[in-house]
């Protein structure tokens, strides 16, 4: 988002990279502070990961207990907004974002967390309504986020291994995943007729990634860490041996 020397970044230079992170924390602090369950129909949730420091220095890899396990440091967080109406879950606000390596698995590994946290409230909820002879709330159908690079980018294809898409590829699939056309087009599932803690027009500065929800099982983990590991092993096992480069 602030690499200067990327012409996709939403800045430029280091003074607006500055000026934007201060204006984003702003933004951000509204998502603690502001309940908007009961005016808006959004339930508002924030999810850490941590990581327990080890020394560099220390060559044995014995797994004993230190006073370091008991004092993790936070190493990243996830804010989310769980829309009652629509069953469609925001993304608002994730660090960090990496596009590799073992923060991208810790950041999709704590998007899942959120996921399965909001079916349990899901179920709970809609037991609590039934035993009440109220209408059941909508089961989850998407996850979705504003992303500040283009489709084209190396940072776009790092959200397409976790199995997002454009909204705009969306749009061309099947009838908005059951979603009333008025609903996405009134009501607001997306931006800009939905709001969200980035104002108009700012939004529309931004890329709306969607990872479709395939079933009550599926947690939003990248598709090919979904695939039966024995499946993959067999697959493996069963492909052709490469020619032989003897001479």
């Known amino acids: 988002m602030h690499v200067p020397e990327y012409g996709v970044a939403l800045s430029r230079t280091f003074a607006q990279a500055e000026q934007l992170t201060i204006d984003s924390w702003n933004l951000l602090t509204l998502l603690l502070t502001d309940d908007v369950e009961r005016s808006r129909g959004l339930r508002r949730y924030v999810s850490f990961h941590a990581a327990i420091p080890s020394s ?21 967080f996830l804010f989310a907004e769980w829309d009652l109406r629509t069953g469609a879950v925001h993304f608002s606000a994730a660090f960090p974002w990496a596009l590799t390596g073992d923060s991208f698995d810790a950041m ?10 909001i079916r349990a409230d899901l179920g709970a909820e809609n037991a609590a309504r039934t035993a009440a002879g109220q209408a059941c709330l909508p089961e989850l159908k998407c996850v979705w986020l504003l992303s500040p690079f283009s489709k084209d980018s190396k940072a776009f294809v790092s959200l397409r291994t976790r199995g997002y898409v454009s909204v705009d590829e969306l749009r061309q699939g099947a009838d908005w995943l059951g979603w009333e056309d008025s609903l996405v087009q009134v009501g607001g599932v997306f931006p800009p007729q939905r709001e969200c803690h980035i104002p108009e027009p700012f939004t529309r500065l931004y890329q709306i990634a969607v990872r479709v929800l395939e079933g009550p099982d599926d947690l939003g983990a990248p598709p090919t860490r979904r695939r039966p590991r024995k499946a993959a092993s067999q697959e493996a096992n069963d492909a052709p041996a490469p020619p032989s480069r003897r001479k």
Request: a positive charge.
């Open 56 to 76: 560099r220095r220390g060559k044995s890899k014995a797994k004993t207990m230190t006073g370091n396990e008991a004092n993790p440091i936070i190493t990243g």
């Open 108 to 117: 999709t590994r704590t998007g899942e967390e959120v996921v399965a946290q």
